[in-house]
T-cell receptor
Framework: AQKITQTQPGMFVQEKEAVTLDCTYD???????LFWYKQPSSGEMIFLIY??????QNATEGRYSLNFQKARKSANLVISASQLGDSAMYFC?????????????FGTGTRLTVIP | EAQVTQNPRYLITVTGKKLTVTCSQN?????MSWYRQDPGLGLRQIYY???????DKGDVPEGYKVSRKEKRNFPLILESPSPNQTSLYFC????????????FGPGTRLTVT
């Protein structure tokens, strides 16, 4: 069965510091995709970054990078130089490969608070 | 502007009163889906559609119906809402079932009393 685990309900980080949000996953499928989404207090879901299981390099998008460790089945999100606007809920997700559709399994989320 | 729209954004209703939450996208996307978000549970998929007239159950379909009569619209129907369907609902779409980027609507906050 596929599963996404986020063990940090809440995290605090000082402004301008880097922070790592943990995500582990479980799947028996060799082909999968991993995502991170940001949900600010306004409620919308914002796509941040994607990593395919066969991608050789860790994905990066601006201040976001995905630390992909396949053997450990982890896909941690690293946010560099945190800003106050980074305060939000962050969800790790994996594409559901059971159906061949574009369905996503989500973790329970980590609430990040950036301290000025 | 490319977007996914949902209506209404907020709704308070009573148990048993049928309601429909609409979802529309203007990007000619084949794939659409509905999720619900509950505290401590993340987002869970309710139904999805890979194309017109093609729909299938997600992980939590009980108490919901959907239809996909045209490509741009994917309404979520609650025939007899119950308090345990109080939740934040998201519609999402992508170009097709292979596209990794999904566009989410703004969410609909539903309260059933």
């Amino acid at each position: 069965a596929q599963k996404i685990t986020q063990t940090q309900p809440g995290m605090f980080v000082q402004e301008k510091e880097a922070v790592t949000l943990d995500c582990t996953y479980d799947t028996s499928d060799p082909s999968y995709g991993l995502f991170w989404y940001k949900q600010p207090s306004s409620g919308e879901m914002i796509f941040l970054i994607y990593q395919g299981s066969y991608d050789q390099q860790n994905a990066t998008e601006g201040r976001y990078s995905l630390n992909f460790q396949k053997a450990r089945k982890s896909a941690n999100l690293v946010i560099s130089a945190s800003q106050l606007g980074d305060s939000a809920m962050y969800f790790c997700a994996m594409r559901d490969t059971r159906t061949g559709a574009n369905n996503l399994f989500f973790g329970t989320g980590t609430r990040l608070t950036v301290i000025p | 502007e490319a977007q996914v729209t949902q209506n209404p954004r907020y709704l308070i209703t009573v148990t048993g009163k049928k309601l429909t939450v609409t979802c529309s996208q203007n990007m000619n996307h084949e794939y659409m889906s509905w999720y619900r978000q509950d505290p401590g549970l993340g987002l869970r998929q309710i139904y999805y559609s890979m194309n017109v007239e093609v729909t299938d159950k997600g992980d939590v379909p009980e108490g919901y119906k959907v239809s996909r009569k045209e490509k741009r619209n994917f309404p979520l129907i609650l025939e007899s809402p119950s308090p345990n369907q109080t939740s934040l609902y998201f519609c999402a779409s992508s170009f097709d079932r292979h596209s990794y980027e999904q566009y989410f609507g703004p969410g609909t906050r539903l309260t059933v009393t």
